[in-house]
């Protein structure tokens, strides 16, 4: 069975699950020894890690461009696989992607991230100073921060802002939007 085992869509798929379990879920029990052997594999050391790269590298892009299934497809076309490999890595991307993408996600998160935005507005009727009327407007922001995995360490700010104070935010934000844009544009 050696290399041509990596022919079956089934030991196929099971090795990029293989891959998967090593590299993203750092499963320490999924190692070379154990691909080989599981999967019945002949090839030596040197020619599985090549694959192991090669699959890792494909795993990476296809999910960092966040690819429509055809698109994978295509994009798998233009690369050494076999047909029946491609077949047995659309099965594994499918089952797979979310997976993937929540572990980039989560590693793409260093810091405390915000997890709950709230805003009202409240008008300001009367001083207490003065009994005139005085119908301000002004907006209560409130945000929840705090890491993805935990609900009790998240920190709640709470602030007013006037008019001029949400039109200069709202002009940041899309200052931020622009350039996040332009970014976008080189990427791809």
Request: charged share 30%; aromatic share 10%; glycine share 4%.
């Amino acid at each position: 069975r050696g290399v041509e085992a990596m022919d079956d869509q089934r030991i196929f798929r099971a090795f990029c699950n293989g891959v998967f379990k090593m590299t993203y879920e750092k499963d320490e029990t999924i190692t070379e020894d154990f691909l080989i052997e599981e999967l019945g594999l002949t090839m030596d050391i040197q020619e599985l890690r090549y694959w192991i790269e090669t699959m890792q590298s494909i795993i990476a892009k296809i999910a960092y461009q966040d690819m429509e299934m055809s698109q994978v497809e295509d994009f798998l076309q233009g690369t050494e696989l076999t047909p029946n490999q491609i077949q047995g890595y659309l099965r594994f991307w499918r089952s797979t992607k979310s997976k993937v993408h929540d572990y980039l996600r989560k590693e793409s998160i260093f810091d405390n991230s915000l997890k709950k935005f709230q805003w009202r507005v409240d008008v300001q009727t009367r001083s207490r100073k003065t009994t005139e009327e005085l119908e301000i407007p002004s907006a209560i922001v409130e945000l929840t921060t705090g890491s993805p995995d935990t609900e009790n360490d998240d920190n709640v700010i709470r602030f007013e802002m006037n008019k001029k104070q949400i039109m200069h935010t709202l002009q940041q934000i899309s200052n931020l939007e622009n350039v996040i844009n332009n970014a976008a544009k080189f990427s791809t």
